[in-house]
């Protein structure tokens, strides 16, 4: 308690429980967390789903579970490399040549 106080004084910002950081620090997330993580509506992720497009776990036959290793691997799928990145494979393509 004393310690607390003294903390408080000072200004020093104790961390927040894990429980309150939500879907931060879980491997396995609800919908709702899936849908906060993704930043997309219900129904996209709904038909995300439908189509199998993400990979999800029904371990009940209702309610519906992602890993968040998954949800990751499909956000950054489809790369776009930069200009940059275009520009050195060429170089490196036009190097193989010759």
């Given at each position: 308690m004393e310690n607390t106080i003294f903390k408080k004084e000072l200004g020093v910002k104790?961390?927040?429980?894990?429980?309150?950081k939500g879907w931060l620090a879980k491997e396995v997330l609800s919908f709702k967390e899936a849908l906060a993580m993704l930043d997309i509506s219900a129904s996209t992720l709904y038909k995300?789903?439908?189509?199998?497009?993400?990979?999800?776990?029904?371990?009940s036959g209702k309610m519906i579970y992602f890993?968040?290793?998954d949800l990751m691997n499909w956000m950054l799928?489809?790369?776009?490399?930069?200009?940059?990145?275009?520009?050195?494979n060429m170089f490196n393509q036009l190097n193989l040549v010759k």
């Open positions: 104790e961390e927040a429980p894990t429980e309150k995300l789903t439908h189509k199998r497009a993400i990979t999800y776990y029904k371990p890993k968040k290793a799928q489809n790369k776009q490399p930069s200009t940059k990145e275009v520009k050195e």
